[in-house]
């Protein structure tokens, strides 16, 4: 990355820097886009470089935060969408303080009230087999593969490619997971053959305008995280599963029925692509007794 500059007009720049920063990273497209917005808006209303910037400035835009009117809406902002903006500005200070742009890093021992969860409850081991013997297409099947059989996250889906998908060797690989983390998935017999069964039956006779992807929408190009949500939804309209169930209940419901099964937390954190073993137990609402005995 090139030297960062931190001057009067030099922000817009800046910004620019962190954006590319979180790409480098791996960071979802999403992210790569409101984590930056969130730091625009710190410091439109700090009116300071951020190498001048202090705790009285980051507390003055928390409370700033909680006072705001939403634009779209009536009320205030929600706790997660303030806790959003507290997220950038640790990311971005943290990065900062990573490239000696600033000699002391803020946020770094500052504490903020954490939003009141909002915990996505696993499926039943019932509920996943009616999705399955709900699915109409290969496809459909293969998706519920990706996202609870293989525990993809919803960005790592939108960017698997035919490639990365190893049949013999019942591997699915994921190169582009969250923090520019790789994993290795393994697959078993069932997964294997239904994803294969996909691949040569649907999408091999497909008009594919991305020959590089291994999921193709209706009109042959790769599947966005908006179309899987769309063909979940037509599978759940089939069954009694709640209809609010989204693809990344499939994931935690994985991983939770993985350590139901006396699967351990290392071999659970690795298959979901986790760095830490805390981020593992907080998917599958593992008591702390058993982080503690690792």
């Known amino acids: ?15 620019k820097n962190f954006k590319n920063y979180l790409q480098d990273l791996g960071y979802s497209k999403s992210s790569c886009y409101m984590l930056p917005d969130c730091i625009r808006d710190f410091l439109s209303h700090a009116k300071k470089n951020p190498d001048r910037c202090t705790q009285k400035e980051i507390r003055s835009f928390y409370e700033h935060l909680q006072q705001r009117p939403h634009k779209q809406k009536e009320g205030g902002l929600s706790e ?48 996943i087999k009616q999705l399955f013997e709900s699915t109409i297409t290969l496809k459909e099947t293969a998706i519920l593969h990706l996202f609870y059989s293989c525990g993809l996250r919803r960005s790592e889906g ?3 490619n035919i490639k990365d998908v190893h049949f013999k060797k019942q591997i699915l690989y994921v190169r582009e997971g969250k923090g520019a983390k790789r994993r290795a998935v393994p697959m078993t017999a069932r997964v294997t053959k ?61 991983a939770t029925h993985l350590l139901e099964s006396g699967l351990s937390l290392e ?28």
Do not use: C
Request: charged share 30%; aromatic share 10%.
């Open 1 to 15: 990355m090139k030297k960062v500059y931190i001057g009067e007009n030099e922000n817009v720049i800046l910004v």
């Open 80 to 127: 997660q969408y303030i806790n959003h903006h507290v997220y950038a500005i640790r990311v971005f200070f943290n990065w900062l303080e990573s490239i000696g742009a600033i000699k002391h890093n803020p946020i770094s021992v500052m504490k903020f009230k954490a939003p009141k969860g909002n915990p996505r409850q696993p499926l039943t081991p019932e509920e």
């Open 158 to 160: 939108e960017a698997l």
């Open 194 to 254: 239904e994803l294969e069964n996909y691949y040569q039956e649907e999408r091999r006779t497909a008009r594919a305008k991305d020959r590089e992807a291994f999921m193709l929408n209706r009109i042959g190009m790769r599947m966005s995280g908006d179309s899987y949500n769309k063909a979940l939804k037509e599978i759940l309209k089939r069954t009694e599963v709640k209809p609010e169930t989204t693809l990344h209940h499939l994931r935690h419901s994985i």
């Open 267 to 294: 071999y659970v954190r690795d298959f979901l692509g986790h760095a830490f073993l805390e981020s593992t137990q907080i998917y599958t609402k593992v008591n702390q007794r058993q982080l503690q005995k690792l």
